[in-house]
């Protein structure tokens, strides 16, 4: 099973909210911006209002 299809099967959730993410374009995934081994996955609704989110591989908050 390749990397794409793991990801694919867990349920996405939004780092800083937790709500689903169900609409393919209402989020954004990127990798930390200080590791990069952790996903960080947003919500349209907590990049719009710049909600903290913590990687939880190194601990960098950012908006």
């Known amino acids: 099973m390749t990397q794409e299809a793991k990801e694919s099967d867990v349920l996405m959730k939004c780092t800083s909210c937790g709500v689903k993410i ?3 374009n ?8 200080k590791c990069s081994k952790q996903k960080i996955i947003r919500c349209d609704k907590c990049k719009r209002l710049m909600n903290a989110y913590e990687c939880k591989k190194c601990g960098f908050i950012g908006p």
């Open 26 to 33: 209402r989020w954004v995934k990127f990798s930390c911006p």
């Open 22 to 24: 169900e609409a393919e």
